[in-house]
C-alpha cells in the first residue's frame, strides 16, 4: 500500500492508555497521530459510571471520560484518525503501519490495543452488560453490597475476584463448568473456607434474564443435562482476557498471558516500540493504571525519539 506520510510518534489504540500517551507525546512537541480501532474511548466507554478514576468524585462516565481526554490530547497537538490497524511491519526502520485508509511509516510506536474480556456468549449478556452483567469486580464490587450474586469461572482471576466480592456481597455463588477449579490451591482453600462463598459445579450459564438489570440465570448441570432457573442480583463474568494483538503475529515478545512484554520503561522486544494499558497489563486492568502506563510509554519514547 502506498506510504500516506511519516510521522515521529504513532499511537494504535484510542483507549485511556492510548490519549493519555497522546496527551504526553503532544506535549512533547510529537505531533502524534492516534489510531482509535473501532472502540472509541476504548472498555471504559462500555460503562456509564467510573468512580475510581481521581479528580471525579462523583463519578464519571465511561465515554465522557473518553471525549475529556481525547479533547484533552488534540489541544496539545494529537491527531486523531477513527480508523483500524490492518497490518505493521517491525522489523523495518521506520516501522509501517497500514490502515484501511493507507499506510504509514513511524520512528516510534506505543501500541495501546487493549483486551477484551472473554464472553460467555449467551443471550441476555451483552443486553445487561453494566446492568448486572460485569467483567471486573474491582470496577463493580462496591455496587453490590449485601446482594446475591454469581460470579463465572474457576480460575485464579475468578477466585481473587470472588473473594474480593465477600467485602460487599451477602453471598457469592460460583459457577464452574468443572468439578474442580483450576485455581492455585491456597486460593482454592480461602474460597472453601469463606461462609459467603458457595459453588455449583459442573455447571454452565445458558442464558442471563432480566428487566431493568438481571434478576435471573439459567444455567444447566453438565453432568445430568437438567436445567433450572435461578434468582440472581448479578453475575460476574471472569473467564480470562484476550489482548489485541493479532496484527502483531510474531514481531514482539509476548508474555504467558499473551500480553506484550514490557520492561520498566514500556519498552517491548524492538527497541522504539513501546506498549501501555492492557495489552500489556495481565493483572490490574483499570483505566487509572492504562492511563498510567501510557503516560509512562510517552515519556520513555519522547527520550528514545530524542536519542536518535
Ligand atoms: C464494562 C466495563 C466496565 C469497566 N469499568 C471500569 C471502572 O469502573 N474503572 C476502571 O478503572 N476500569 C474499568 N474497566 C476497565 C477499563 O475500561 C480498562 O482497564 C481500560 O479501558 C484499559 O484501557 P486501554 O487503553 O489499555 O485499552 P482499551 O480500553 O481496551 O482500549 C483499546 C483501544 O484499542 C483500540 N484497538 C483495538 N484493536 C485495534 C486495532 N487493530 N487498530 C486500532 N485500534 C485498535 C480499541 O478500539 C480501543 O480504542 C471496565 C471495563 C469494562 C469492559
Excluded at 236 to 255: D, R
Amino acid at each position: 500500500m502506498e506510504i500516506v506520510e511519516h510521522r515521529q510518534i504513532m499511537i494504535l489504540g484510542g483507549g485511556p492508555a492510548g490519549f493519555t500517551a497522546a496527551l504526553y507525546a503532544g506535549r512533547a512537541d510529537l505531533k502524534p497521530l492516534l489510531v482509535t480501532g473501532m472502540t472509541l474511548y476504548g472498555q471504559a466507554s462500555q460503562t456509564h459510571c467510573i468512580e475510581n478514576y481521581p479528580g471525579f468524585p462523583e463519578g464519571v462516565g465511561g465515554s465522557d471520560l473518553g471525549q475529556r481526554m481525547n479533547e484533552q490530547s488534540k489541544r496539545f497537538g494529537a491527531e486523531i484518525v477513527y480508523d483500524t490497524v490492518q497490518c505493521v511491519n517491525l522489523q523495518q526502520r521506520p516501522f509501517e503501519v497500514c490502515l484501511s485508509s493507507g499506510s504509514y511509516t513511524a520512528d516510534s510506536l506505543i501500541i495501546s490495543m487493549g483486551a477484551d474480556a472473554r464472553k460467555l456468549g449467551v443471550p441476555g449478556e451483552r443486553e445487561f452488560t453494566g446492568r448486572g452483567v460485569s467483567y471486573c469486580a474491582t470496577c463493580d464490587g462496591a455496587f453490590n453490597k449485601e446482594k446475591e450474586i454469581h460470579m463465572v469461572g474457576g480460575g485464579d482471576s475468578a477466585i481473587e475476584e470472588a473473594l474480593f466480592l465477600t467485602r460487599f456481597a451477602r453471598s457469592i455463588t460460583i459457577i464452574h463448568r468443572r468439578d474442580q477449579l483450576r485455581a492455585g490451591a491456597i486460593l482454592e482453600s480461602r474460597a472453601r473456607n469463606n461462609p459467603k462463598i458457595h459453588f455449583l459445579w459442573d455447571t454452565v450459564v445458558r442464558e442471563i434474564i432480566g428487566g431493568d438489570t438481571v434478576s435471573h440465570l439459567l444455567i444447566e448441570n453438565l453432568k445430568t443435562g437438567q436445567q433450572e432457573t435461578i434468582a440472581t442480583d448479578g453475575v460476574f463474568i471472569s473467564i480470562g482476557h484476550n489482548p489485541n494483538t493479532a496484527v502483531l503475529e510474531g514481531q514482539v515478545k509476548l508474555t504467558e498471558f499473551g500480553t506484550i512484554d514490557v520492561d520498566k520503561h514500556m519498552e517491548t522486544s524492538v527497541k522504539g516500540v513501546f506498549a501501555a494499558g492492557e495489552i500489556a497489563d495481565p493483572y490490574f486492568r483499570q483505566v487509572v493504571t492504562s492511563a498510567g502506563m501510557g503516560a509512562a510509554a510517552a515519556i520513555s519514547a519522547t527520550k528514545y525519539l530524542f536519542s536518535l
